[in-house]
Nanobody, 125 residues
Framework: VQLQASGGGGLVQAGDSLRLSCAAS????????MAWFRQAPDKEREFVAG????????AYADSVKGRFTISRDNAKATVVLQMNSLKPEDTAVYYC??????????????????WGQGTLVTVSS
């Protein structure tokens, strides 16, 4: 599976919104959980949001709950992260990921087999 993320790369202000998209190719992912992780400078990669293969099970990190929304379109093999009310602490490289074996999202990055290249989100105060 190849994952291509887009939507980041620019500088936004605190309170702004940003939409990240990730397109999968190479093999179907409609039966797999997908997720977004992020990694800030000098910090470990952390779970942001995950969605089950059907879209019915969704999980968020507490730090983004109520501000971020994850969704997927299995027909287009895409997963989207809508980020609202952005804060400077959201600044990080964001990665999309696919669990090659699982159908529901988990928060452990070790469970994800395929990763996108990362897209930078920078939020200024």
């Amino acid at each position: 599976v190849q994952l291509q993320a887009s939507g980041g790369g620019g500088l936004v202000q605190a309170g702004d919104s940003l939409r990240l998209s990730c397109a999968a190719s190479g093999r179907p992912v409609s039966s797999n959980a997908m997720a977004w992780f992020r990694q800030a400078p000098d910090k470990e990669r952390e779970f942001v949001a995950g969605i089950s293969y059907s879209g019915r099970t969704i999980a968020y990190a507490d730090s983004v709950k109520g501000r971020f929304t994850i969704s997927r379109d299995n027909a287009k093999a895409t997963v989207v992260l809508q980020m609202n009310s952005l804060k400077p602490e959201d600044t990080a490289v964001y990665y999309c990921a696919v669990d090659g074996d699982g159908t529901v999202p988990t928060r452990d990055s070790r469970n994800y087999d395929f990763w996108g290249q990362g897209t930078l989100v920078t939020v200024s105060s």
